[in-house]
Nanobody, 128 residues
Framework: QVQLVESGGGLVQAGGSLRLSCAAS????????MGWFRQAPGKEREFVAA????????AYADSVKGRFTISRDNAKDTMYLQMNSLKPEDTAVYYC?????????????????????WGQGTQVTVSS
């Protein structure tokens, strides 16, 4: 079964840090753009960060720029999101996703509709 599995979410105080992981199983995603999205209650799913297959290109939402860092280890088929200086407004379910329609491109995708594989999500809660 092909799947992406997120881990690393939890409860943290404002100003704290968390590191999310997204592990692939069933197939490799090492040749494809991958991204992180989040969805808070009552809100639409929004873009957080994306990374090209070789990590040459990255993109971040303005709201997380300078605080979050996306990375990947293709040897482990795993993507990461290091989240520092967390704020209560970062509270959401965080999803990882892969775009397997385009291989070996340095163009990163920033909208949910451009991704065709999704994980089940991991909850991040930031208390004030």
């Amino acid at each position: 079964q092909v799947q992406l599995v997120e881990s690393g979410g939890g409860l943290v105080q404002a100003g704290g840090s968390l590191r999310l992981s997204c592990a692939a199983s069933g197939r490799t995603f090492s040749g494809y753009c991958m991204g992180w999205f989040r969805q808070a209650p009552g809100k639409e799913r929004e873009f957080v960060a994306a990374i090209s297959w070789n990590a040459f290109s990255t993109a971040y939402a303005d709201s997380v720029k300078g605080r979050f860092t996306i990375s990947r280890d293709n040897a482990k088929d795993t993507m990461y999101l290091q989240m520092n200086s967390l704020k209560p407004e970062d509270t959401a379910v965080y999803y990882c996703a892969a775009d397997t329609a385009r291989q070996h491109t340095i163009v990163v995708r920033t909208t949910p509709k451009e991704y065709n594989y999704w994980g089940q999500g991991t909850q991040v809660t930031v208390s004030s």
